[in-house]
């Protein structure tokens, strides 16, 4: 079954620090890739997208991810964390065969200062 | 872009009860999905409309049903109400699947 994998249920940072957030994809056929912020009460917001224009995707607020295909992977990076980026992350995939979001179970970032 | 805006934001309702959410999408999205997400959990897909016509689901029972409008809203309707239907429900729509879906702050739903 298609599915999306995240590494890691909690990540904590020190302000400052590279944030690194994992998410493997199964699938033959390279899917469309999000990623999604969730700040708490609030709904889902997208960092960025994969739809095979490149392989290096750069979002919102800094954040950036790379499509590896021979790893299966869309890993979100940010080089410097900010207090503000203290939330819960979400991969997701869509296609190649269905518009439904399948999403991993989540990241919360924790940063420290 | 107007966004997607969803109400109301918050409800309780009694076992047994029905409830129905409302969506507005963005104008020009003519597909509008639901999802479920419990506390801690990521997002589940409960369907799909695309031009007013049901095009997917998800693993949820028929009491979960719904309905897209002409004006670009859409209606979750919720029969029979369980403890478990407690949740947070996001209304996405989009363009297309490759420009990705633009999510609305959601309905917290809490079943007592």
């Known amino acids: 079954a298609q599915s999306v994998t995240q590494l890691g249920s909690h990540v904590s940072v020190s302000e400052g620090a590279l944030v690194l957030l994992r998410c493997n994809y199964s699938?033959?056929?390279?899917?469309?890739l999000f990623w999604y912020v969730q700040y708490p009460n609030q709904g889902l917001q997208l960092l960025l997208k994969?739809?095979?224009?490149?392989?290096l995707v750069k979002g919102i607020n800094g954040f950036e991810a790379e499509f590896k295909k021979s790893e299966t992977s869309f890993h979100l990076t940010k080089p410097s964390a900010h207090m503000s980026d203290a939330a819960e992350y979400f991969c997701?995939?869509?296609?190649?065969?269905?518009?439904?979001?399948?999403f991993g179970t989540g990241t919360r970032l924790q940063v420290f200062p | 872009e107007t966004g997607v805006t969803q109400s109301p934001t918050h409800l309780i309702k009694t076992r047994g009860q029905q409830v129905t959410l409302r969506c507005s999408s963005q104008?020009?999205?003519?597909?509008v999905s639901w999802y479920q997400q419990a506390l801690g959990q990521g997002p589940q897909f409960i369907f799909q409309?695309?031009?007013?016509?049901?095009?997917g689901r998800g693993n949820f029972p028929p009491r979960f049903s719904g309905l897209q409008f002409p004006n670009y809203s859409s209606e979750l309707n919720v029969n029979a109400l369980e403890l478990d239907d407690s949740a947070l429900y996001l209304c996405?729509?989009?363009?297309?699947?490759?420009?990705?879906?633009?999510f609305g702050s959601g309905t917290r739903l809490t079943v007592v």
């Open positions: 104008s020009g999205h003519n597909t």
């Open positions: 699938s033959s056929v390279p899917p469309y």
């Open positions: 996405a729509s989009s363009l297309d699947r490759g420009n990705g879906y633009t």
């Open positions: 409309y695309y031009r007013e016509e049901e095009n």
């Open positions: 997701a995939r869509a296609g190649p065969d269905t518009d439904k979001l399948i």
């Open positions: 994969y739809t095979s224009a490149a392989t």
